[in-house]
């Protein structure tokens, strides 16, 4: 469940009290640089955003550049126009914000004191997936995305909590539009926004019961309902300066009575916010939230069909520990340990490419996307070509956990492309760190398996660029 042991190091003696031990609390995240060390030569805007209201800022500053680069484009010549738009949008909003998280997110898992945290966080920002591409929200994603790392040691409740009503969550599926047919804005005209029933059916169907449920098509216009009126304040021209920033409940949008979800009527009495918190309560401790959830974790970590015990003991797990994270994610990995040798999972893109710059210490793609950058690789470009374009998931339900969803002729050609374009430069710092390949070699494969054998006779042969991208290639190497 990690992404292997980098260079140097030795394996735990106890690799699930190993792993274990990184469950309890919330490594930081930065972007490193090949030795594991914060960068410092970055250009200025590179800074990882927080959240609130430097975060609303950042959201709204995003639609004023915009709509200043669409009027003044209305004078210029389209060659003008394209360039004005290259450096005031495409650059610093469509590729800057996104390199800078993904540059985050992989050098912290190939560098990072906490690999098995760092799987875990990608599998549950892929489960409450948001990605850009919805009402100019580049900025909103990443800043979301690292929001869910730090509700990874509490309870599943309070981890759906925020994640759905994060401004993030709240753009993307257009929640903040949502507004009742008979509350006192729609009523009044005030807006033309109505229902929008995109982040009540996903809350049912990918975040907690899932269709296994049975739940029905009135449930789901019931969630929607009591999801109205939330939404978010950024400091546009209807701000009143002083007030909150980001996600905001405004009781004029939502849909006034109560609202039956699941046989059970949700009211707001004394808190108009209550509907929502009590239904988000009810469906985190739901019996078939944790089924969905037990199965899902399950097939993601340890096949794509688990052995019915493992399921179960996570599923238990979930239930006796009323949904503390934790307490999972421990019976996740002792499952994954007593279900080692009868399982198997194919590495994601992404898990492959992690693993491939953390076992052999070769350098992750440096070089941000700026015009005064040097040429070179950037990282999600790469994991684009091997078929995982982070953070751009086509679909809310995230990218595919199934082994066979990335098991093709043309997904493997992607993966020895890179492997044959890494191997030289790898095999130039394995030498400069005084590692031995054949040492490497050794540690990751079996000296009595076929894989082994392949891989040893490319090196006998005085290939050594060859048998370092066989190695990454080798199906003990891509399948856990």
């Not at 002792?334 to 350098?363: I, N, Y």
Request: proline residues 9%.
């Amino acid at each position: 469940m990690a992404f292997g042991l980098e260079p140097g190091t030795t394996a735990p003696a106890d690799p699930v009290a190993w792993a274990k031990a990184q469950l309890t609390s919330v490594p930081p995240i930065a972007i490193l640089d090949p030795e594991g060390r914060p960068r410092t030569d970055l250009p200025e805007g590179t800074r990882l955003l927080g959240s609130g209201p430097e975060l609303m800022q950042a959201y709204q500053t995003a639609f004023d550049v915009e709509d200043d680069v669409f009027a003044r484009g209305k004078t210029l010549s389209p060659a003008a126009y394209n360039r004005l738009r290259e450096e005031r949008l495409a650059i610093p909003y469509w590729r800057m914000e996104h390199w800078k998280e993904v540059q985050a997110r992989a050098s912290t898992a190939v560098h990072g004191s906490a690999p098995v945290f760092e799987r875990l966080w990608h599998f549950w920002a892929n489960h409450f997936m948001v990605a850009p591409g919805n009402q100019r929200n580049d900025v909103l994603v990443g800043p979301y995305q690292r929001m869910l790392r730090e509700h990874m040691t509490g309870s599943y409740r309070d981890l759906l909590w925020h994640a759905v009503t994060h401004p993030g969550m709240l753009v993307y599926l257009d929640n903040n539009r949502n507004t009742g047919p008979n509350s006192r804005a729609a009523r009044s005209r005030w807006t033309r926004d109505s229902i929008n029933e995109n982040l009540g059916r996903e809350l049912l169907e990918l975040f907690t019961l899932s269709p296994k449920a049975g739940y029905t098509q009135q449930d789901v216009e019931a969630t929607t309902l009591i999801l109205t009126g939330w939404t978010v304040r950024r400091p546009d021209r209807w701000y009143q300066p002083g007030g909150p920033l980001g996600t905001h409940f405004d009781y004029d949008r939502h849909e006034p009575g109560g609202q039956t979800v699941l046989g059970k009527t949700y009211r707001a009495l004394f808190r108009p916010s209550s509907k929502l918190e009590d239904l988000v309560t009810d469906l985190a401790l739901h019996p078939h939230t944790a089924q969905h959830l037990a199965r899902k974790l399950c097939v993601a970590f340890i096949d794509d069909d688990p052995p019915l015990q493992a399921v179960q003991a996570v599923q238990q797990a979930f239930v006796d520990g009323e949904g503390h994270l934790p307490t999972v994610h421990a019976a996740l990995l002792q499952a994954g340990h007593d279900h080692l040798h009868g399982t198997r999972k194919l590495s994601s893109p992404e898990a492959w490419f992690l693993q491939l710059h953390r076992v052999t210490g070769a350098v992750l793609p440096q070089s941000p996307p700026l015009p005064s950058a040097p040429a070179g690789h950037k990282t999600f470009h790469v994991l684009a070509d091997l078929g995982q374009a982070l953070p751009r998931c086509p679909q809310p339900n995230g990218w595919p956990i199934l082994s066979r969803d990335w098991l093709s002729r043309e997904m493997l050609d992607r993966r020895a492309r890179w492997a044959q374009l890494m191997s030289p430069p790898t095999l130039r710092r394995l030498r400069e760190s005084g590692l031995s390949l054949k040492d490497l070699i050794d540690r990751q494969l079996a000296p009595d398996g076929a894989d082994h054998r392949v891989v040893s006779a490319a090196l006998d042969s005085q290939d050594p660029a060859r048998a370092l991208a066989l190695m990454w290639l080798a199906p003990e190497f891509l399948w856990s």
